[in-house]
């Protein structure tokens, strides 16, 4: 039997954190917390479907499928540091940790020859990514990993496309998002109205940065622009190392959500392509190349049906 979500848990890793994510996908996931949270038109939020968990184990003891010569593994919904899919009422997860067991499985199956990581997200958070971004690269020194944007590498998304081999994308795709975001919530004059008092007692003069119980003070907000630059350096930095760019050209972005032609002409990109063409045209090169068993190779861009926990 499913386990119902932790609400305030879900709510810690997107209020008052780093994310890598676009604005659109931050107020899609809000629109989901903030009536459980807030405690708004209870009935109605009572009547949307429940919202299950699917333990890592059950993802990863699915065989994994791949194309004869070719792994493809989806990147699809939510990024989040570990575990967790939602289903009915918000986006599919997908955590870094249990994409980096699926890309070392693909790693150790000798009969893999390129990986292919089939993106179609928003982004997610920062906690993780550059580790998973970094892995990625790392095995992307032995065995060829494709990024293939379909329909969407944004802000987390596509720092870890950067870091593969080689990317390419869907001629309606959409790119970038190479920027930052944290988002703290104020529910003060909510209690307030309703008169309800929280006191708070702490010792550390920073314990108590972005309570949502009080409007944000001017410490806890240069904190917050203290955490947004570190990981905003981290993002650039990483990406114009991965895809050999100038640091200045990727800042110069501005966090834009680019159209595929223009990713291209800015280099974020290697290609304009199908997604089933771009399957097909790999699997194409490893039958030219005489590596494969000799039977034609299934160029069906499947997903794996992966599931992991929150």
């Known amino acids: 039997m499913p386990r119902l979500i932790n609400y305030p848990h879900v709510a810690s890793m997107v209020f008052g954190v780093p994310l890598f994510a676009t604005p659109a996908l931050v107020t899609a996931v809000k629109s989901v917390l903030e009536p459980r949270l807030l405690g708004k038109d209870i009935e109605s939020v009572d009547r949307l479907a429940p919202m299950a968990l699917v333990d890592d184990e059950q993802r990863t003891a699915q065989p994994e499928q791949t194309a004869t010569q070719l ?6 919904g939510i990024l989040v540091p570990r575990r967790g899919e939602i289903t009915e009422s918000c986006e599919e997860l997908v955590s870094y940790e249990l994409l980096r067991g699926q890309i070392e499985a693909a790693r150790r199956n000798d009969q893999v020859a ?6 179609h997200t928003g982004g997610g958070s920062a906690l993780g990514c550059k580790e998973a ?6 095995v992307s020194a032995e065995k060829p990993i494709t990024a293939l944007i379909n329909f969407a590498a944004c802000s987390a998304g596509y720092f870890l496309a950067s870091a593969c081999s080689k990317i390419v994308a869907s001629p309606t795709a959409m790119v970038g998002s190479i920027g930052v975001i944290i988002e703290t919530y104020d529910v003060s004059r909510a209690e307030e109205a309703a ?7 702490y010792r550390g003069g920073h314990k108590n940065d972005a309570s949502p119980h009080e409007p944000i003070t001017d410490q806890a907000a240069q904190e917050i622009g203290k955490r947004l630059d570190a990981a905003y350096e981290m993002f650039t930095s990483s990406v114009a190392e991965y895809r050999g760019l100038d640091v ?10 680019f159209s595929a032609k223009e990713a291209l002409s ?3 990109i290697d290609e304009i392509a199908p997604a089933q063409d771009a399957v097909n045209a790999i699997a194409a090169s490893y039958r030219q190349a005489g ?3 000799g039977r034609r190779i299934s160029a069906q861009a499947h997903a794996l049906n992966t599931q992991c926990q929150l």
């Open 133 to 138: 971004a970094d892995y990625i690269r790392m």
């Open 195 to 201: 008169g309800i008092t929280f006191n708070t007692y």
């Open 248 to 257: 200045e050209a990727v800042i110069a972005t501005e966090a834009r959500v």
């Open 114 to 119: 390129e990986i292919v990581l089939d993106f």
């Open 71 to 76: 792994a493809v593994i989806p990147v699809h």
């Open 266 to 268: 800015l280099k974020l």
């Open 291 to 293: 590596q494969g068993s």
